[in-house]
């Protein structure tokens, strides 16, 4: 069995453009020429932006507050406590830890993970 493919779902605004196009193809369209063009571009564009994307995924906003905390200690010139950047240490520790694995986990290095991160 092949899994069904994912397909974003087509907003209102994405109809109405895609009648505006179909109706300037007959001729018969009520809207102005701006119009039509504006919305073929917008559909092009919306063609090109649904393509699969090799991007890597942004850092969360706790990734990106954990990297300035852990930067500001090192600088000398953290307001946090010594607690949080050892926190925000083993977090940053954790997810590369997390990032290097290929393979699948065991249970067991699960465990053993989770016991490291309680540990600190």
């Known amino acids: 069995d092949a899994a069904p493919a994912v397909v ?19 001729g018969i369209s009520r809207w102005g020429g701006k119009e039509i063009d504006r919305a073929i571009a917008e559909q092009k564009d919306q063609d090109t932006s649904t393509a699969p994307s090799t991007s890597a995924v942004p850092p969360t906003t706790f990734e990106l507050r954990n990297a300035q905390v852990v930067a500001a200690a090192g600088a000398g010139k953290s307001r946090w406590g010594d607690m949080e950047v050892e926190r925000a240490k083993a977090n940053g520790a954790a997810e590369e830890e997390e990032e290097k694995l290929a393979a699948p986990v065991s249970l067991e290095d699960r465990v053993n993970l989770g016991a490291r991160l309680l540990s600190v």
């Open 8 to 26: 974003a779902e087509e907003t209102p605004y994405q109809k109405r453009n895609a009648q505006i196009i179909a109706a300037a193809a007959t």
